[in-house]
């Protein structure tokens, strides 16, 4: 377990009840009623909760690294790299249940969850040092939170366990808790995020810092267009209405000139920036960088991990996309052998490089939870199901011109397929290793297709990589740690 005071959100509140975060497995031992009254009686104390709600995306490795080996790696934007055999699985679509990886993501997002669920509970409850304006907004916060995290689960694994309230008992049958349905998950989801909306603000003043950093109306909004757009019956009116509310929020969103700006380093929290995870460096950086920088900029030779795929770059390159590319990834000649870039030492190999600041594994990079550039090819994702193509094609021109394209020709424009094809295309530039692409791919129905047709070959053998994926190959398995653990669960099809 490691200690952390995330000071960019609370300064130094997690001194005030100790709050340690340990996310190595989800605990469901309730905690007794008068240590929890006793630990949560005042504003500051719940602040302080929130505060280790918040600390869930620094804390564990989901957020730090997992979730771009699910999104990325797994698709046809990565490879694994490295020499870690469970993300050998993941890449090659040949995961087992008992994935450690897998594992750590449920656990992981679960605790988050159960920290969510501590400060929605006890919010109406307090009473000392907290106004009724804070209250709103610490339980406005904590319902996002509940939501995006619930969201991540729906989409890895399909319907889960609901857990809406702090465990409060040892009894098998309150504990062990079956799957609800993919559709009862969603519907939940929904629920927090329409009464976040009632309870958040469109900002907290003129810190960008706190802005970027806390839930507000707009990511409210943006994660709301995601997950009508996400649902097994997608809701495109709901979706529409919910980007159009991010651009033309209050909060003043806008894409920045240079896309390159959005990964420097140096222009953190700015106004593309919907919510960010927040690293300071040192005791509260991340390590996430040094895992897949090259020597160069890492300052170590050891084989890196997520590699860009080859169909990646011809898709930048087929597009004539130098802007994204180059901000995407950077090139390197590499002391290992590649086994799809080089099967020779010193190959040149690409690297990932939209975190592009190793800091000995204590990297300050901020990472994108929400960003606005997603949030308008949602929108243009809804107008084109609505068939409202020309307009939909103006939204993607927009994020076209920032990267130095043309505008989309006639050739995608003729039917909703056509677009809908370009629109899909356009977020893999756009948003590749910002662990969109495999949901991207789900949404459209084509995710079993498109890994089915990529021609990877393997250089030590010369053979095409055979993915065999299938639809059950589509969600994650469930941790067989937690079937064993809790009879009530029922695992995936095909594992």
């Not at 079993?448 to 053998?461: A, H, K, Q």
């Amino acid at each position: 377990m490691k200690n952390r005071r995330i000071t960019k959100y609370i300064s130094a509140l997690l001194v005030v009840i100790g709050f340690t975060a340990c996310d190595d497995e989800l605990d469901l031992r309730p905690i007794s009623q008068e240590t929890v009254d006793n630990a949560y009686a005042t504003g500051t104390q719940l602040e302080a909760a929130l505060t280790g709600v918040y600390e869930s995306f620094q804390s564990n490795d989901y957020y730090v690294w997992d979730k771009i080996l699910f999104e990325d790696v797994r698709s046809d934007n990565y490879y694994a790299g490295g020499d870690n055999p469970e993300v050998f699985q993941i890449d090659n679509i040949d995961i087992s249940p008992t994935n450690g990886r897998v594992f750590n993501a449920w656990s992981s997002i679960y605790n988050a969850i159960s920290k969510a669920n501590l400060v929605i509970e006890k919010a109406p409850m307090i009473q000392e040092e907290i106004t009724e304006e804070q209250r709103d907004q610490y339980t406005g916060q904590a319902l996002f939170l509940r939501a995006y995290h619930y969201y991540n689960l729906v989409k890895l694994w399909g319907g889960v366990p609901l857990i809406t309230e702090t465990i409060k008992s040892v009894d098998p049958s309150e504990v062990r808790i079956p799957r609800s349905s993919e559709a009862d998950v969603y519907a939940q989801i929904i629920e927090d995020l329409e009464m976040a909306l009632e309870l958040l603000p469109h900002s907290y003043g003129n810190d960008a810092s706190v802005n970027k950093a806390r839930a507000t109306k707009g990511a409210a909004h943006a994660l709301l267009a995601k997950v009508n757009a996400q649902k097994p019956n997608p809701d495109y009116a709901a979706v529409l209405e919910h980007a159009n509310a991010v651009i033309n929020s209050p909060a003043g969103y806008s894409l920045l000139d240079n896309y390159d700006n959005l990964f420097d380093g140096n222009h953190q929290n700015n106004s593309e920036s919907i919510l960010e995870i927040q690293y300071l460096g040192g005791d509260e950086g991340t390590w996430g960088p040094q895992m897949h920088l090259p020597p160069s900029i890492s300052g170590d030779t050891w084989r890196k991990f997520v590699t860009p795929s080859k169909d990646l770059v011809e898709a930048f390159d087929e597009e004539g996309d130098e802007v994204r590319k180059n901000a995407t990834m950077v090139f390197e000649e590499v002391p290992w052998i590649d086994e799809y870039w080089g099967n020779a030492v010193n190959s040149e190999v690409p690297f990932a490089y939209k975190w592009r600041n190793a800091g000995g594994w204590a990297s300050s990079d901020n990472d994108y939870l929400l960003r606005l550039a997603d949030i308008i090819l949602m929108k243009a994702e809804a107008l084109n199901e609505l068939s409202k193509i020309q307009e939909a094609a103006a939204q993607v021109n927009i994020i076209r011109d920032r990267a130095d394209l043309e505008p989309l020709g006639d050739a995608a424009t003729t039917s909703t397929q056509t677009l809908r094809d370009a629109i899909l295309k356009e977020r893999r530039l756009e948003l590749a290793q910002e662990a969109q692409r495999w949901s991207d791919l789900v949404r459209y129905d084509v995710v079993v297709e498109t890994m089915n047709s990529v021609d990877d070959i393997d250089l030590r053998t010369g053979e095409i990589v055979n993915y065999n994926m299938s639809e059950t190959d589509i969600l994650l398995p469930i941790p067989q740690n937690e079937i064993n653990r809790n009879p009530a669960l029922t695992q995936n099809p095909g594992y």
